[in-house]
């Protein structure tokens, strides 16, 4: 087109014509090279998309494979703390019965006449006794509220009441000691706060317990007021006593953990006690702490919420009565163990009653059919008909007289106790049971015993 | 060589000079792609060589001021097609510290078959910088033209002087920048 000698020269210069028709013809093939690229480029775009949405759909299936794997191992997990649970539930009943005997023969011995010695001896054995009783109890009781298994009442409770009874409980081991016991409830507590008597109470045992344990001169005091508009109640046991290296007040509410392996030596205790305070009082919606200096005192507050409740109503006028008479009571005692069989007939003999005794559910029903007994103290585990179902039989009897039946139970679970409820029972009394309880359920049934006439 | 660079040469040619010297030059370069380009494409790095020497020819002007001039010019297009990258820099000084790292690493993602130069930052201060180029091609004036383009864009005067390196293969040019 050009020559190569004089490429620009003017002669060979393109016309207007000739430019736009070469650039025409330039900028149609940079449009189709543009387009090949664009092409290529969307083909590479297109492989990474299906190449990321392989890979997501990879990442989706190893999630979902993992959270299976997760989901079956907090299934073991489950299976292995129920069945944790189960254990330490066998093993503490197992343990109670024999303990029911223990303690229960202690105390008859306890009230004979014994020479100084054999009743210091007798003495070690029943502190002894009440010591291991309550660590199963402590064990027992974690075990539950780990597994969620106890339910807090929400009836009406009586603060000023509960820290009455704990100060009065307590004074006598203040006393020995010569510490200063004292409470006081602000003014604007409310008298009646929705709650859990029992369990409230037993926070404040096991914490004036500790501060009693770990003082030895001054006082331990007991605060409760009501903050932040009412809607917590603050509840504090300060003591005089030795007080909580810092680098230990962390560890205090895990379980087993005491300030040092020596406190359990010198002052005995399981180290329980804390952690069953802490789940008790989350489980009320609440938090615990403490603050101290190391020989210069502690004070464990908790807060835990204020709910204002009305008064419950007084229905008590039953046991008012005048005091029956326990000899005319007709009672059966069902019972296979020949120890628990002497024990509570010696009890039962202290207490001036008497009763007739079936070695098993079925002796019993025999026996009630016959519509002479007033109470029943019926044990749950038996050979040939257990204690449920010698009440369901008991209760589907017709034409006589329904006596009370109060299980003799060392099971201590919940779920327990509401089958006997369920089964027609009216009360329980947890093996081993002391005299004064006995004594309770039988002015109870006596009681009625007279309304009914 | 990636496309930019012979659509932008073009463009300038064409505005510097007149749409008929453009075809002419073209023409005389006998380019195997025929001078078709599209910027996103690639090409031959030899078929710009032809385009300038043939310009040289018809404005005559020496080559090597010819590919700063160019370099000036295709600095100026840069920053406007990517003024986001520039809005971060106080002055050359970052542009060209920040060329091998952060500029050609972005180039590299989007092109990976890119040949790119590499700056290296020798010496800097605040009124001083001593950069080596280093390439396969001998582009040492384009880069020249560009660091001048990016005085200009950033108002700032900058005397520049060079020195060849020795080099096993393709080009080492040390340039030193003082800030006036």
């Known amino acids: ?453 | 060589m990636k496309g930019i660079i012979f659509t932008e040469f073009l463009e300038m040619v064409e505005q510097r000079f007149s749409a008929q010297a453009m075809e002419q030059m073209i023409a005389a370069a006998q380019l195997p792609s025929g001078g078709a380009y599209t910027a996103v494409g690639k090409y031959d790095h030899g078929e710009i060589w032809r385009l300038v020497c043939e310009l040289s020819k018809v404005c005559d002007t020496p080559v090597p001021e010819l590919f700063k001039a160019y370099g000036e010019y295709l600095f100026s297009r840069l920053a406007s097609n990517y003024a986001q990258l520039l809005a971060a820099m106080s002055g050359s000084f970052d542009v060209l510290q920040s060329l091998d790292g952060v500029i050609h690493s972005e180039v590299r993602r989007l092109y990976p078959d890119a040949e790119l130069p590499r700056f290296d930052v020798v010496e800097r201060s605040p009124s001083r910088m001593v950069l080596v180029y280093s390439s396969k091609r001998h582009f040492a004036d384009l880069a020249e033209g560009l660091i001048r383009g990016s005085g200009r864009h950033f108002k700032e005067s900058i005397v520049i002087t060079r020195e060849q390196l020795p080099s096993d293969d393709g080009n080492r040019v040390r340039f030193t920048l003082t800030l006036q």
């Not at chain 1, 989706?60 to 494979?65: A, D, K, L, T």
């Not at chain 1, 300030?259 to 069953?276: E, K, M, N, P, W």
């Not at chain 1, 024990?343 to 079925?362: E, F, I, P, Y």
């Open chain 1, 1 to 453: 087109m050009t020559t190569p000698s004089s490429p620009l020269a003017i002669a060979n210069a393109p016309d207007e014509m000739e430019i736009v028709l070469r650039r025409v013809e330039r900028e149609r093939r940079a449009r189709k090279q543009a387009e090949q690229l664009l092409e290529h480029k969307s083909m590479e775009l297109y492989e990474a998309n299906q190449r990321l949405q392989a890979h997501a759909a990879e990442l989706e299936r190893i999630v979902h494979e993992r959270t299976r794997a997760l989901e079956h191992a907090l299934g073991v997990m489950d299976e292995a703390l129920r069945a944790k649970g189960e254990f330490l539930a066998v093993v503490s009943h197992e343990i109670r019965t024999p303990m029911n005997g223990v303690l229960g023969m202690t105390q008859l011995l306890l009230m004979t006449e014994l020479t100084e010695e054999q009743r210091s001896y007798a003495e070690t054995i029943r502190s002894s006794g009440e010591i291991l009783l309550a660590l199963i109890n402590d064990i027992l009781d974690l075990s539950k509220l780990e597994s969620g298994k106890v339910t807090l009442d929400t009836r009406p409770v009586d603060v000023r009441a509960v820290v009455g009874e704990v100060t009065q409980l307590m004074s006598g081991q203040a006393q020995q000691k010569k510490l200063v016991l004292k409470h006081s409830v602000a003014a604007e507590v409310p008298q009646w706060l929705r709650g859990d008597a029992t369990r409230l109470k037993q926070i404040f045992l096991n914490l004036v317990g500790n501060a009693i344990k770990f003082t030895h001169r001054g006082s331990v005091r007991i605060d409760v007021a009501s903050i932040e508009q009412g809607n917590w109640l603050q509840c504090s046991v300060k003591d005089t006593g030795i007080g909580i290296p810092p680098d230990r007040v962390g560890k205090l509410f895990e379980k087993f953990s005491q300030v040092d392996s020596s406190i359990s030596r010198r002052y005995g205790g399981t180290g329980l006690g804390l952690a069953i305070c802490k789940r008790l009082v989350e489980g009320m919606g609440g938090t615990i702490g403490v603050e101290s200096k190391h020989y210069g005192g502690s004070t464990f507050t908790f807060r835990i919420p204020a709910i204002p409740a009305a008064a419950p109503q007084e229905n008590q006028s039953t046991r008012s009565l005048s005091r029956p008479t326990l000899a005319d009571l007709r009672i059966l005692l069902v019972e296979d163990n020949a120890v628990n069989q002497m024990l509570a007939m010696s009890m039962l003999r202290k207490l001036g009653a008497s009763a007739d005794l079936a070695q098993d559910g079925q002796e019993c029903v025999d026996k009630v059919s016959t519509g002479e007994y007033h109470l029943v103290l019926m044990d749950i585990q038996m050979p040939r008909m257990d204690g449920v179902a010698a009440t369901r039989a008991i209760r589907q009897l017709s034409g006589i007289r329904q006596p009370r039946i109060v299980a003799l139970t060392a099971n201590a679970m919940d779920s327990d106790r509401q089958a006997c409820l369920d089964a027609g029972m009216e009360d329980f009394l947890s093996k081993p049971f002391q005299v004064s309880n006995l004594q309770d359920r039988l002015e109870t049934a006596a009681s009625l015993v007279k309304v009914k006439g």
